[in-house]
């Protein structure tokens, strides 16, 4: 069971790992989470059975390296919540502080665990199966003492936090993040109690209580993995609907950039990290509507008058087709070098938010790529010419 848990944390941990690596150059907050996640991966990932052994042909204790992740993890854990807290703003010396205590648990677990070489077990039937000295209980306690602390600080700031959010997935994420940083808190406090009472000369069976214990923390992460998520899902949504509009508007942008390249605003930024959020595929969108509609004005001296009337009366009351019925025949003038008309056509006239140029360009886009608007171009242009 426990083992497909983790299978199932791994794979949640090192998608949200690559889906977020876009979201480092933003800012700080960003940063911190996609480090803390990345560490909770590698740590996961090096506690695997072959991992392990894979590790213990190059160190001499394998064992411990998931635990140092995990006090890393932990570190940019608390980074991320003075980073939404402000707490650092108020608290000047809390990055060398925090850097500071994280990097004395680090060197406090590597001194232990070379005073106790050999010693240390990492699950709990084997640790209680055998004395545990003051020193393999020290490391423990460190650690354990370290990370529930800081699983605790995240469970109440990530739930006061959510009072404050806007109701939605953000809140609902940062409730489900703090359920699990609770789960896991609860698991370090069982196992630090444990292997106390053990080191007190205490007997314990733990044949049973152990993997339901690892159960728990499992599940803990698996639930704080979906909480992180939670509030992404949105934003993905978001940037699904640009793309789609983007690509619905393609065939039309294509035509003005070929006839018209004057219009491009600047060139399209290709490095995959800078097209991957909102509000860089929204900037997309917003200039690809301008540089349609700066198409369309310089067209317009091309389109006659009446000429969307006859459009109508040959393609019915279409809004969309007949817009591009327009198009289609002042391209063709444009193209034969005709001279600009003196009385034009207008375009139609759309609401003055972006969403609804949006919408109405993505319509008549999809109209300019049926046959009609070709077909009414060529008509018009045998009339011209009879």
Not at 352 to 374: H, I, Q, Y
Request: charged residues 20%.
């Amino acid at each position: 069971m426990n083992g497909a848990l983790t299978g199932i944390v791994l794979v949640l941990l090192w998608g949200i790992v690559a889906v977020r690596l876009p979201t480092l150059w933003r800012d700080a907050r960003r940063r911190a989470l996609w480090a803390t996640l990345s560490s909770l991966a590698l740590g996961r990932t090096a506690a695997t059975p072959g991992i392990t052994a894979l590790a213990g042909e190059l160190v001499p204790e394998p064992q411990i390296i998931p635990h140092l992740l995990a006090v890393v993890a932990a570190y940019f854990l608390l980074r991320l919540l003075s980073l939404i807290t402000d707490y650092d703003t108020d608290h000047p010396r809390a990055i060398r502080g925090q850097l500071l205590l994280a990097a004395s648990v680090l060197a406090t677990l590597i001194i232990l665990t070379a005073a106790t070489p050999g010693d240390l077990k990492t699950k709990g039937t084997e640790l209680m199966s055998t004395a545990v000295g003051p020193t393999t209980a020290g490391y423990w306690v460190v650690l354990n003492a370290y990370l529930g602390a800081a699983l605790a600080v995240a469970t109440v700031l990530f739930w006061r936090i959510a009072r404050s959010a806007p109701a939605g997935t953000l809140r609902y994420g940062l409730r489900v993040i703090a359920t699990g940083t609770f789960l896991i808190a609860l698991y370090v406090v069982m196992k630090t109690a444990l292997i106390a009472a053990h080191s007190l000369g205490v007997t314990l069976s733990v044949d049973r209580l152990e993997p339901a214990a690892g159960a728990v923390r499992t599940v803990g992460l698996i639930v704080g993995v979906i909480g992180t998520a939670m509030p992404a899902a949105g934003r993905l949504r978001l940037i699904v609907h640009a793309y789609r509009r983007l690509w619905e508007l393609r065939p039309l942008w294509q035509v003005m950039r070929r006839t018209f390249p004057e219009v491009i605003l600047f060139p399209r930024r290709r490095a995959p990290l800078e097209l991957a959020g909102v509000d860089e595929v929204r900037l997309r969108l917003y200039r690809r509507v301008i540089e349609i509609r700066d198409g369309m004005l310089t067209l317009r001296d091309y389109l006659p008058a009446g000429t969307l009337a006859e459009a109508r009366r040959h393609v019915g009351d279409d809004p969309a087709l007949i817009e591009a019925c327009g198009i289609a025949y002042a391209l063709r003038r444009h193209r034969s070098g005709a001279e600009p008309t003196r009385n034009s056509d207008r375009w139609a006239e759309i609401g003055g938010e972006v969403a609804d140029e949006v919408a109405w360009l993505s319509e008549v886009s999809a109209a300019f790529r049926r046959e009609e608007p070709a077909a009414f171009a060529h008509h018009q242009g045998e009339a011209a010419v009879r």
